[in-house]
Structure formats: structure tokens, C-alpha cells
DNA sequence: CAATTGATGTAATAACATAACATCTGCAAT
DNA sequence: ATTGCAGATGTTATGTTATTACATCAATTG
């Protein structure tokens, strides 16, 4: 999918994000932008909605919160399904794909005639840094 | 892990998603059980983290609901990592594991010298029959 | 201009989850 | 048996995440 022009909203709420250490829930994300004359939770969501749409943003469904896409471009993206490990400690996250896992759980999938619409990993632990 | 003698609420509990067709969220779950004195969300979650951390339950993170391990005493559960397949049209959920997508996290994992804790495996889409 | 479409603003509410504190129950140590 | 403890439970209040409903505004187009 080719980006179209952000709106206002949505410049802002990626912006944030973009400039964030780490992933943030929509109501951080308004609190950040009170000062840009946000007021209200749907102005978040309705922004956070379109950017996922254009893949620019991410989910992590596991946290409920939202994080820049890390690899932007990335032809992967499109077809081929994101995975994301998420330090329970400091908040990093690191956003990878890997094709073989794809192959596999796109061939169960085949096998159940199950028709995937999103598909979400997540693997939550500890970094190297906050492990050691 | 051995599953310990469960306790009334947790019984209850788990009576209300072994019998349901598919995941129940926590307030579902507790309107449920109305009738069997369950007055507030603290009931149900207390007994659910108690489920989980037996293995006899599984959370899905995207859809915020719980379900019934569909292969208790499956020995790859103490190790493995499961997945779902969601319906999100009838709600139906199956859940399955492969080792291989296992080993190629787990591969990806190691490299990073991330500690992995839990990882989330869910795809969403329509299950044979509702996509038909 | 009138009609349509997409974006925005605002208030209210719904849905999901936890904190804090009191009470009870079963069991073990004295 | 009494005391002390740990785990489970009950209850109220609160915190966090997400959506519904409705009004308004701006750009496009026939
Ligand atoms: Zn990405
Ligand atoms: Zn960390
Ligand atoms: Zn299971
Ligand atoms: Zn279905």
C-alpha cells in the first residue's frame, strides 16, 4: 500500500510515535499532544486507525498500545507478517519477520481452509540489556 | 504442570468456558455466574489468573477473552507455544502448535539474547465455513 | 450552488482491568 | 485449643482502554 498525505491528525499522532523510545497507548499519546489542541480519545483513535491502515503503525495487541513501524518500505510488510519481541523491563521493541514461520502457519492454515485476515506474534521477555 | 484441586470460583469458572462454544470475556463470564453469587470482575479475574497459570486456560490478547485449553494435558503445552486460528465472524477458535514456527522464534530469540516469557500467537480471519 | 465525501470536535458511555481493604477458612505449630 | 499464618473470597472504588452518537467543517464535484 502506498502512503497518501497525513492529515493534521494523523501527522501528529505518527510523530509522536515516531519520536517515542518505545510503544504507547493511545491516552500517552493524547496526553502528549493536549498542547497541539487534542482533547479527546477519538482523535488518537481515529488517527492510530488510518496510520495501521497504511501500515506505518503497529498494534501490539498484547500491551494495547502503538509503535511506529521499524522497517518502513519494507516490501515484506505487505504480505509477509510482522512478529514483534517486547521487553516486559524497559519497553524496547524489535519488529522482525521470518519468512519460514510464515510459510508454516500459512500452510496450516491452507490445510483448515482458514482465510487469515491479521495475523499477530508477540513474544514478551527481557532484552539482553535489562536480562543481564 | 500438575493442576492442582481447583477452588469453587475456579471451578466455576472454568465449568462456564469448558461448556461455551467459543472465548468469553471476563464480564461475559461473570454474567454467567450471577446466579452462583459472582458479584464483581475481581471473582472472575482472580480465578482466571489461577486457570492460566495452571495451563488449563488461555488468554487471547487480541480479542481481550478467554478460553478452555483444547488439549489439556498435551505435553508440548509445558514448552511449546500455541496458536489460535480466530473466527472473527462466528467466534469460532482453534488452537494448534508447531514446532517448527517454535524453533525459528526461538532461533530468532536466541540471536538477540532476548528472553522470551510468553509469546502470543494469534490470527484472525473466517473459519472454512463462514468464509464460504 | 447543492450534494457528497472525508476529516474533525465534543460529550457521553461502554468495555476491560486493578487497587485497596476487610473477612473468612483451613491448617499447622505451639 | 488456641494462636498464627497463608490462601481464597467479598466488596467498593477506581483506573485504563475503546467506541457510539451526533454536530460541524472543509474540499471536491456535478
Ligand atoms: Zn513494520
Ligand atoms: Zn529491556
Ligand atoms: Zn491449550
Ligand atoms: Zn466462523
Not at 85 to 105: K, M, W
Not at 109 to 122: D, H, L, N, S, Y
Request: charged share 25%; aromatic share 8%.
Amino acid at each position: 500500500m502506498t502512503t497518501p498525505q497525513l492529515t493534521k491528525n494523523q501527522s501528529l499522532v505518527f510523530d509522536v510515535l515516531e519520536k517515542a523510545e518505545g510503544p504507547l497507548s493511545a491516552y500517552t499519546i493524547l496526553d502528549k499532544l493536549r498542547d497541539h489542541g487534542f482533547r479527546a480519545p477519538l482523535q488518537v483513535y481515529r488517527a492510530l486507525e488510518k496510520l495501521l491502515e497504511y501500515g506505518v503503525v503497529h498494534r501490539l495487541e498484547s500491551i494495547n498500545s502503538f509503535v511506529a513501524c521499524a522497517h518502513p518500505g519494507d516490501d515484506c510488510h505487505s504480505h509477509g507478517i510482522v512478529a514483534f519481541a517486547i521487553c516486559e523491563s524497559c519497553g524496547q521493541v524489535t519488529e522482525f519477520h521470518d519468512h519460514e514461520v510464515d510459510h508454516r502457519l500459512m500452510a496450516w492454515v491452507r490445510g483448515q481452509k482458514f482465510k487469515p485476515a491479521k495475523t499477530t506474534i508477540e513474544i514478551r521477555g527481557l532484552c539482553e540489556a535489562c536480562a543481564a
